[in-house]
């Protein structure tokens, strides 16, 4: 829902990144307030999941100018932990697996983590078991993938709804869904898409990156950006996605075109 007075949760601007001495983003800039949903669109090597990553704090990737403000803070000063424990949060495009790690007891010490972060009490055993299960809810899970390895011989719809239950109990300011869509069938991805819906509101901001419309028929964007060679050409409203999927990116390269010629990527709507 878009309300220009609401408060900026994250801030992007004039970010330029790379890895291994590659450049891979070379300009983004976006801003994300309370309340808002936003859409990153585009073909694979555009950008989209280096600056999820860069966000998360991944260490393989380096900022090499520009800015990033989080909630009022510098966030590419927090470590990777301090992001996570303050509200923003990750989820994976392929989650990993943690052999020998409970599930259940993952969960509890990153929740009761981002708990003492916010001044508020740890949850006991007996606290948090009774709080996980109301919020499988979310998700549609079996509590028996509680006593479960984490993300071990889970399928690919579980896995994602587990890290969409990672989220219902963190409860992020920011959340990042890195292809959250990839791999899902029709009935993961509308429980998926349904825990996302519940858990946004006008306090917090989630970000989407993704490639195709489908996800967007059950997430409602306020805004969808089109990236392409680690800049964001075009932003939009929904219809924007809508017009992706009838006409695809084949305009990308002239839209490049533009850029390099000095003019300023397009707004729609």
Do not use: C
């Amino acid at each position: 829902m878009i309300r220009p007075d609401a408060p900026v949760l994250l801030e992007i601007r004039d970010l330029h990144a790379s890895v291994d001495d590659q450049t891979i983003l070379k300009g983004v800039n976006l801003t994300i307030r309370a309340g808002e949903i936003h859409a990153v669109m585009g073909r694979n090597g555009s950008g989209k999941s280096t600056l999820s990553k860069i966000l998360a704090g991944h260490p393989a990737y380096t900022v090499t100018a520009g800015s990033v403000t989080y909630n009022g803070e510098n966030l590419l000063e927090l470590d990777p932990e301090i992001r996570a424990r303050s509200g923003v949060f990750l989820s994976f495009q392929y989650p990993v697996e943690i052999p020998g790690v409970s599930n259940l007891e993952f969960l509890r010490v990153a929740t009761n983590a981002r708990r003492a972060h916010r001044g508020e009490e740890e949850l006991d055993t007996f606290a948090f078991e009774d709080l996980v299960r109301e919020r499988l809810a979310v998700v549609q899970m079996d509590p028996v993938f509680l006593d479960r390895s984490v993300n071990e011989g889970f399928s690919g719809g579980e896995k994602k709804r587990n890290e969409i239950l990672q989220m219902a109990l963190l409860e992020p300011l920011v959340a990042i869904l890195d292809e959250t869509d990839s791999g899902l069938d029709i009935d993961a991805l509308r429980i998926v898409a349904g825990g996302v819906n519940q858990l946004a509101s006008s306090d917090n901001a989630t970000l989407l990156i993704t490639h195709y419309q489908r996800l967007l028929d059950l997430i409602t964007p306020d805004y969808v950006h089109v990236m392409a060679a680690g800049r964001i050409l075009r932003t939009g409203g929904k219809e924007l996605a809508l017009e992706l999927e009838r006409t695809g990116y084949d305009w990308v390269d002239q839209e490049l075109a533009r850029l390099e010629g000095g003019r300023t990527p397009v707004e729609v709507g």
